[in-house]
């Protein structure tokens, strides 16, 4: 296996497997034991009972539904949605709140706990209140107001928009790109616009609920492919293209290949350049979804593409967000100028949702600055990159010698735990927290019935000392519950993991660092690539001075 493609997926122990089945049968017998007493007037608490004014009214939930909310989901719901009071940088501040009724309601006393975070999406540590992000945003604010109050089609497109657009395109080496005030409805409600009936798209059975749920919409046909498994991509191609669409056997019109950059509850990466090989092998489409990835992937921070050294006009839509690298919210599709053309006219989201916020749009275009080198201290960008590349294998190596199961890419800032049984769900959430760990746990639906687990991201505000406290925690809470399953050795590579390592790792880089000015990496080459009734000399012509209008508007608004 190479380095690129070096993930680790350790099975589900036999024994393991057996004793959270058996957990899952004994919840849901005594859960109807509960429900038969509560029905029966035996049960004190009466709120998950239905009031008699609404009996003949249609239900809301289906069986299934709400027994698994009322007696799994509520006795163990402290784990998730806990309120914050403070930024949720390296370390963030929870409110404390008690129930007194096993979940059914919370009571709040006042006080708050301070932890390490490990559960939010700051991958290079923007989510911060002061620094060049911030000061921009404060800029934007008094300048905009916090809001627009209108469509981009009507009369909320600000120049800080388009700076922002022709900035991600830079970036990620496409030709245009178009913006988005939310990233899941970036994925639903743009999918729409690009396919339809007639059309098939094959997606990856781990895809978001946004790609599940926009692959719907289109009214297209279906196709789900085992997780990262290129040869039954390829079946799954070979066999819309043979027997085409249900019962008329016409060709489909298109057939869209959907993936993630980085799996958000797998930790694996997607196996780019098979794919690529795959789509124009058959002339399919490929859609990106970069979401976890941008920002996060690659030397230059550029994503998958970037990380495997791929061609960005090799992907038809690259799409991500800002919500998770950038500090911000929202998302992004680039790609060729038609398909940003086309989104303009027929995508919902951009032209019935409301324009991003002005401070937001400040927020990400000096973080994606600071990436490039334009902006921030010198070297920044950089600086940031490799604290989130070390921080992350140094952190992945430390929890693979604690003989915990860890899933996902050695290099994924997405690293998830294995926990299996539903009983140690909360109990590690609750542990872990109890000596100031914050993370997020998982459990089915959201993944299935026998892989429950904990999911840590890794972020650039991680200093060393961090996650050593950490690993630490850990080690005491999986030793406390067990949870120590793995029977592999450690891979290889953590074998050269250590503190020295990533401290030598890291002084390097502030060795390295640029003088101010010097991109990081150096701006993205914007190759000409051919459209159609433009000669090339003619498309290279206006993509140099395109280049050249999005530098001096960058270089004013700094």
Request: with cysteine; net charge positive; charged share 20%.
């Amino acid at each position: 296996m190479s380095v690129k493609h070096e993930e680790q997926f350790e099975p589900t122990p036999y024994v393991v497997a057996i004793i959270t089945y058996i957990g899952y049968v004994m919840l849901a017998v005594f859960g109807h034991m509960r429900d038969f007493l509560r029905n029966h007037g035996f049960e004190k608490n009466l709120i998950a009972t239905e009031p008699a004014r609404t009996k003949d009214f249609v239900p809301l939930y289906q069986n299934f539904e709400s027994f698994y909310t009322r007696n799994l989901y509520r006795r163990i719901r402290d784990c998730w949605n806990r309120p914050i009071r403070t930024c949720p940088g390296a370390e963030f501040e929870l409110i404390d709140r008690k129930s007194p009724d096993h979940g059914w309601s919370f009571e709040y006393p006042g006080t708050h706990t301070r932890a390490i975070n490990f559960g939010s999406y700051n991958y290079l540590g923007f989510a911060e209140t002061d620094g060049p992000c911030a000061d921009a945003a404060a800029a934007a604010t008094e300048t905009f107001g916090c809001g627009v109050g209108s469509p981009r089609a009507e009369a909320g497109n600000l120049d800080l928009h388009t700076r922002l657009e022709a900035t991600v395109a830079e970036f990620v080496g496409a030709e245009d790109a178009i913006i988005f005030p939310m990233g899941f409805a970036t994925n639903a409600l743009n999918m729409p616009a690009l396919i339809g009936k007639g059309c098939c798209v094959l997606s990856d059975e781990l895809n978001h609920s946004s790609l599940v749920l926009g692959a719907r919409l289109t009214g297209a046909k279906i196709k789900v492919f085992r997780h990262n498994d290129i040869a039954d991509v390829e079946a799954k191609l070979r066999d819309a293209i043979v027997y085409g669409q249900d019962r008329t056997r016409r060709p489909f019109k298109k057939i869209l290949i959907v993936v993630e950059g980085v799996y958000s509850m797998e930790g694996s990466v997607t196996r780019l350049p098979e794919l690529i090989a795959l789509k124009k092998k058959y002339k399919a489409y490929l859609y990106l979804d970069e979401a976890h990835s941008i920002g996060a992937m690659g030397p230059h921070g550029r994503g998958v593409v970037d990380y495997f050294g791929c061609d960005p006009r090799d992907v038809d839509v690259l799409m991500g967000t800002f919500t998770k690298s950038f500090g911000g919210a929202g998302g992004y599709i680039a790609g060729s100028q038609h398909l940003v053309a086309l989104l303009r006219q027929r995508s919902h989201s951009g032209l019935y949702g409301a324009s991003l916020p002005a401070p937001v749009a400040a927020q990400v275009v000096t973080a994606f600055q600071m990436l490039m080198g334009r902006a921030g201290p010198p070297g920044e960008g950089a600086r940031r990159l490799k604290q989130l590349e070390v921080n992350t294998q140094y952190f992945r190596a430390s929890l693979h010698r604690l003989g915990v199961i860890v899933y996902g890419h050695r290099t994924s800032p997405v690293v998830p735990v294995m926990i299996f049984m539903p009983g140690k769900i909360a109990a590690f959430g609750r542990e872990t927290l109890k000596r100031g760990l914050g993370t997020v746990v998982v459990g089915y639906p959201a993944t299935p019935i026998i892989e429950s687990r904990a999911r840590f991201c890794l972020s650039a505000a991680h200093s060393l000392d961090i996650i050593d406290r950490s690993v630490q925690i850990i080690d005491e809470v999986t030793s406390l519950l067990l949870m120590k399953y793995s029977r592999r050795p450690p891979p290889a590579w953590t074998a050269g993991i250590t503190r020295e390592w990533a401290e030598a790792q890291l002084k390097l880089v502030d060795q390295q660092r640029r003088p101010h000015g010097a991109a990081n990496g150096g701006p993205v080459p914007r190759r000409p690539v051919e459209c159609r009734g433009d000669p090339p000399d003619k498309v290279a012509d206006e993509n140099d001075a395109a280049v050249k209008d999005n530098l001096a508007a960058v270089a004013a608004a700094s």
